[in-house]
């Protein structure tokens, strides 16, 4: 069992950046960063494979997200930068520990979940 923590969300004006931290008790081979609006589907921003290997959902984010893990203190962080307003939405960190490691990739083959911190966006 796998059980993961996020922080560091809040509310920010646009052009602001935020740093979302997510602890767990272990460090599973693949770790993502999912973010959901009410309404709308799950869409995986990052991940990241034990090897380092990153995956981004677009150039756009690639260009102001960007994924890192600390393994041995069992940390995934997401820096943020350039906040939109669009990019208002919870932000989950999920992990597991088998198979493919890829924002295309099924979400529901993440096995373990955090509770999510929330980031607000003003204009």
């Known amino acids: 069992q796998v059980q993961l923590k996020e922080s560091g969300g809040g509310s920010v004006q646009a052009g602001g950046s935020l740093k979302l931290s997510c602890l767990g008790s272990?460090?599973?081979?693949?770790m993502a960063w999912v973010r959901q609006v009410p309404g709308q589907e799950r869409e995986a921003v990052a991940t990241i494979r034990k090897d380092g290997t990153m995956t981004y959902a677009s150039d756009s984010i690639k260009g102001r997200f960007s994924i890192s893990r600390d393994d041995d203190r069992h940390m995934l962080y997401l820096q943020i930068d350039s906040l939109k307003p669009e990019d208002s939405a919870m932000y989950y960190c999920?992990?597991?520990?088998?198979?493919?490691?890829?924002?295309?990739?099924?979400?529901?083959?993440?096995?373990?979940w955090g509770q999510g911190t929330q980031v607000t966006v003003s204009s």
């Open positions: 999920a992990a597991k520990w088998f198979g493919r490691c890829a924002v295309d990739y099924d979400l529901d083959a993440y096995t373990y």
């Open positions: 272990h460090s599973p081979h693949c």
